[in-house]
């Protein structure tokens, strides 16, 4: 167990709709990433948060957006989905420091109908 | 772009066999980290590697890492079917994965 915990586990829901993802990481972590891993492209970094601030952007769609809030948790907000965005979305977690050890969450696998 | 990007993208052995894999990566580096990846879970760390460092062991897993060639290799010694999975190589400043490579092992 990572300590990193996310929510739902899994979710299947029709194109076109919005949907949130949530995810608590480590107790006394700052910094939250979001991956989405498809078959075929692999892991994705999507964006990173560090206490509250957005810190790094990857390769995350306009319809996509995350915010962490004042208690560390963070959510992943996917609107107008595709048929393409179905994947397992992972959140990770890492301390202060520049050795950042990323602790990953389950997973929330989004099924897209 | 990934940072990391892994060779071989899937690798077949038999247990017992010895399993490397090579990491490479773009731009300079504090550290690079390995991280492993059961079938539809999260991925676990490894190890970490140094940019000053050369080699590094843990269990039976050995990392070396050549900043000149801004390469890395995991070696898996004497393999286990409990090591199938994929692995992943990212650097720490910013923590980009590859596609990872897919290992087998058969019992």
């Known amino acids: 167990d990572s300590g990193v915990t996310q929510t739902p586990k899994h979710l299947i829901t029709a194109t076109g709709q919005r949907v949130t993802l949530r995810c608590s990481p480590r107790?006394?972590?700052?910094?939250v990433y979001w991956y989405q891993q498809s078959l075929d492209q692999g892991l994705q970094f999507l964006i990173q948060y560090y206490n509250g601030e957005e810190r790094a952007k990857g390769n995350i769609l306009e319809r996509f957006s995350a915010q962490q809030f004042p208690d560390l948790h963070s959510e992943l907000n996917l609107s107008s989905l595709e048929l393409g965005d179905s994947a397992l979305y992972f959140c990770?977690?890492?301390?202060?420091?520049?050795?950042?050890?990323?602790?990953f969450g389950p997973g929330t696998r989004l099924t897209v109908l | 772009s990934q940072q990391g990007e892994e060779d071989p993208q899937a690798l077949s052995i038999q247990e017992g066999e010895n399993a490397t894999m090579n990491c490479s990566y773009k731009?300079?580096?504090?550290?690079l980290q390995w991280y492993r990846q059961n079938s539809g879970r999260g991925l676990v760390h490894l190890i970490l590697?140094?940019?000053?460092?050369r080699e590094k062991h843990s269990g039976r897993l050995r990392v070396t890492l050549d900043t000149s060639k801004k390469s890395s290799s995991l070696l898996i010694t004497a393999s286990r079917a409990a090591d199938t999975a994929s692995y992943f190589c990212a650097s720490d400043n910013d923590m980009r994965f590859g596609a990872g490579t897919r290992l087998t092992v058969k019992p």
């Open positions: 107790s006394g972590d700052l910094s």
């Open positions: 731009t300079s580096i504090n550290n």
């Open positions: 590697i140094r940019s000053n460092e």
């Open positions: 990770a977690s890492s301390s202060v420091g520049i050795y950042n050890e990323q602790f």
